[in-house]
């Protein structure tokens, strides 16, 4: 299965929830790639604590020539390599807990951009489809799940890998589409501009070929960092309370109004006190050390459950097919 994680705006908690969505899959047993295309900001490697990778993958000096040449995904579609570096996520990490988990487990294999390597002027260059194409049926065909992570709004990496999915050789495969927004005015008018405004999903998709009603059937929406109001709150009598309640309800119909309500969101992830401080996989250690909320390993624990579930995504129109959150 291949899965792009994308966001209107930057900061939505797109790659802290997908990297931790990733970690679950394999911690329950999916071998799982994690692709870093945000190319303007490739920092997967801070997320998963692996040193010298926080900015992306460093080049390599060719000792003969003294070129350096850039060995992550940047330099691969870009057709400067044949081969993207990848690493072990277990064995790489800096993080005890984490490397402990090794043996149990699929693997976890992150796929770093290179470091410097920036927003590539895409333009016309069929090239980079076809290897973008050719890059994710092989990661599709040795990986159970393999995690895209995008970058922000309209951008190259979402054009690019729109027209790698319509080509021939990817057609038939399995393609869902996380759309991940916070739990505010702004970012629900954004997520659902990003898939039903123009230039968004539906639109760049049936100019890339695809039907646009197959890709919608293959969306979801995530609502990260949604505030916990009856934890925050517990006194609900006060005029603070009242108002937020208020306001709540009032998201909540917007969402709704603008066809991203609760029928086609796959779930959704509380305020997390670590994630507020620190961009980090939650660890069952987290939780068991009193420092991480038991509620944000079970909230992604399930997104990853409903990922895989089939009857997530059932066609959202049929009453009897909806998915269940
Ligand atoms: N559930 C959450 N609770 C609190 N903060 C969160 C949560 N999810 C993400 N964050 C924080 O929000 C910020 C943006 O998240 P990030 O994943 O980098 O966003 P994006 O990839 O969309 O730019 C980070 O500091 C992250 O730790
Ligand atoms: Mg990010």
């Known amino acids: ?37 945000d190319f303007g900001s490739p920092t997967t490697g801070a997320l998963f604590e692996i040193s010298g990778l926080e900015r992306g993958i460093p080049p390599t000096k060719d000792r003969a020539s003294g070129t350096e040449q850039g060995q992550g995904l940047h330099s691969y579609l870009l057709g400067r390599i044949d081969t993207p570096a990848r690493v072990n996520v277990r064995d790489s990490t800096d993080r005890a807990e984490l490397r402990k988990i090794g043996g ?36 599709d065909r040795e990986f159970d799940v393999c995690l895209v992570d995008l970058s922000a709004g309209r951008s190259a990496a979402m054009e690019i890998v729109l027209k790698a999915t319509a080509t021939e050789a990817l057609r038939g495969r399995t393609v869902r589409w996380l759309v991940f927004h916070r739990w505010t005015r702004q970012h629900i008018f954004a997520a659902h501009g990003l898939v039903h405004g123009a230039n968004g999903l539906l639109d760049c998709g049936e100019r890339a070929g695809h039907e646009p009603k197959t890709l919608l059937m293959n969306t979801r ?27 709540d309800r009032i998201l ?74």
């Not at 299965?1 to 908690?13: C, E, L, N, Q, R």
């Not at 960092?225 to 934890?231: F, G, H, I, N």
Request: hydrophobic share 40%.
């Open 221 to 247: 929406f995530i609502r990260t960092a949604v505030p916990d109001l009856a934890r925050m709150y517990p006194d609900s009598s006060g005029a603070q309370t009242s108002w937020l309640e208020r306001q």
């Open 252 to 325: 909540n119909k917007l969402a709704g109004d603008l066809k991203i309500g609760a029928s086609s969101v796959l779930g959704s992830v509380l305020v997390e006190p670590v994630l507020q401080m620190r961009e980090q996989l939650i660890l069952d250690v987290d939780v068991d050390n009193e420092i991480a909320n038991r509620a944000t390993i079970e909230a992604i624990e399930k997104l990853s459950a409903q990922l895989l579930d089939e009857r997530s995504w059932r066609p959202l129109n049929n009453p009897r097919w909806r998915p269940h959150n």
């Open 104 to 139: 149990r487990g699929g693997q976890l294999v992150l796929f770093p951009g290179d470091q410097g390597g920036g927003e590539f002027a895409y333009g016309k260059d069929p090239s980079i489809v076809d290897r973008c194409a050719g890059l994710l049926l092989s990661i």
């Open 1 to 37: 299965m291949i899965v792009f994680a994308t966001s209107d705006k930057g900061g939505t908690g797109r790659s802290v929830t997908s990297c931790n969505m990733g970690f679950r899959l394999s911690a329950s047993g999916n071998s799982v790639a994690y692709l870093d295309f």
